[in-house]
């Protein structure tokens, strides 16, 4: 179940029912040469007794094979889940030839760092429009018990929870921000990709996964609107432009009127005055260069 509270998006997964502890576990180099040697005692012990006592070779040789059958070698980034009957007694981390009880059933997990990158998923943002998102994750099991035990397939899991987060994120937020209070997937990445990885880590969490880092690798319109989209940034880009602009000419014009009265350079009425603000706004504002036209007479012929 996926909660929401004002700045912060979580979803809460069960509980898992194991958590990891330590296994007993011994150097496994004592277990391989006894072993070897009982099963090599047995054979001769077999082959120099008589017919009589030659069937108790047969106990030093099973005694051999169960102590090499309880070798577990454990690379490094490695681990081994160990349970025996179908019940969980520990997990193996330490790296070398271990020897275990040879009844158990020894699974390999993977404990080195992986990345997971999402397809590049078609969603809608909160304003409804068709974007294209995509995100990869950088996680790794920091608990193997819960990782073989909470959930089916820890890595397809991880990739599962991993879209879902991400097509929440993007339903939750707009691809541009329509006033500068409001957050928006492209404006404000990293304050979504935070949310992102907040996610992700809660989603996961109940199968023994610790997310190192995500990030947001694609974040686009989808085609069917992206000319349409382009135009309209396009023009906001060239209003914000005007805006700023005619903005600037405005204190241009205010400048030099101030400028001109307090030095006393000259007088202008009302309407010189309006006049001389046209000009300036058009000099200022225009997009081509301007043409001085010369007066030779006055203002008001």
């Known amino acids: 179940m996926v909660t929401e509270e004002p700045g912060e998006i979580r979803a809460r997964m069960p509980q898992s029912p194991v958590s990891e502890h330590t296994a007993r576990a011994w150097p496994g180099w004592f277990a391989l040469f006894g072993g070897l040697a009982l099963i090599v005692g047995g054979a001769v012990w077999a082959s120099n007794a008589s017919s009589g006592s030659g069937k108790f070779a047969a106990v030093p040789i099973v005694a051999g094979v169960l102590a090499l059958a309880g070798l577990t070698p454990v690379a490094p980034g490695q681990a081994r889940v160990v349970s025996l009957f179908g019940r969980y007694t520990g997990t193996v981390r330490e790296t070398g030839l271990r020897w275990v009880n040879p009844f158990t059933k020894r699974r390999q997990v993977s404990t080195r760092i992986r990345n997971h990158e999402t397809a590049a998923l078609k969603v809608n943002d909160a304003d409804g429009n068709p974007i294209e ?162 007066n030779t007479g006055t203002l008001y012929q």
Request: charged share 20%; with cysteine.
């Open 133 to 294: 998102m995509a995100a990869v994750v950088v996680w790794q099991v920091d608990d193997t018990a819960q990782a073989v035990y909470a959930v089916d397939n820890f890595v397809r899991f991880v990739g599962i929870q991993t879209e879902t987060a991400v097509r929440h994120i993007a339903g939750n937020y707009p691809y541009d921000a329509h006033h500068e209070e409001q957050l928006s997937l492209r404006q404000n990445a990293e304050v979504i990709t935070s949310q992102l990885s907040a996610e992700i880590t809660a989603r996961v969490a109940s199968a023994g996964v610790r997310v190192i880092e995500s990030r947001i690798t694609r974040l686009s319109y989808a085609a069917e609107i992206a000319q349409a989209m382009l135009r309209r940034q396009q023009a906001d880009a060239v209003v914000a432009a005007r805006t700023r602009l005619v903005e600037g000419a405005v204190g241009m014009v205010r400048m030099a009127l101030d400028n001109l009265a307090e030095q006393g350079i000259v007088d202008l009425d009302e309407e010189r005055k309006a006049a001389m603000v046209s000009n300036l706004l058009v000099v200022l504002c225009s997009d081509h260069a301007t043409q001085p036209v010369v």
